[in-house]
């Protein structure tokens, strides 16, 4: 932990901070590569912005990524989310209940 002093004369710098809507693409060795919708230029974005995530991921599917001064900071992820179901196990037989 460091203290530090400041005055009102010393002057801060807002980051420049933007979201926009990206486009899923695939995985490489340098992260997770999405193409922004509107300019379709491409960015990667690390691991571990996506972390556990990850199997949200589908080609194609739009999320927001929010930067900080150009490079990504987050990528958010929808509250809620569909899938297919594409096989399922087969159906237990009933079993019996006695009632008196």
């Not at 979201?19 to 695939?26: A, K, N, P, Q, V």
């Not at 900080?68 to 087969?90: I, M, S, W």
Request: glycine share 4%; charged share 25%.
């Amino acid at each position: 932990m460091v203290e530090r002093g400041f005055d009102e004369t010393h002057q801060f710098q807002q980051p420049e901070m933007q979201s926009r809507s990206h486009s899923y693409l695939y995985h490489d060795k340098s992260g997770y590569v999405f193409m922004d919708v509107q300019t379709f230029e491409q960015v990667s974005v690390p691991e571990d912005l996506v972390g556990n995530r990850k199997w949200l991921l589908q080609e194609g599917v739009e999320f927001v990524i929010r930067f900080v001064d150009g490079a990504p900071f987050q990528v958010a992820f929808p509250p809620n989310f569909v899938d297919e179901v594409v096989d399922t196990a087969e159906a237990a037989s009933q079993a019996r209940v006695a009632t008196c």
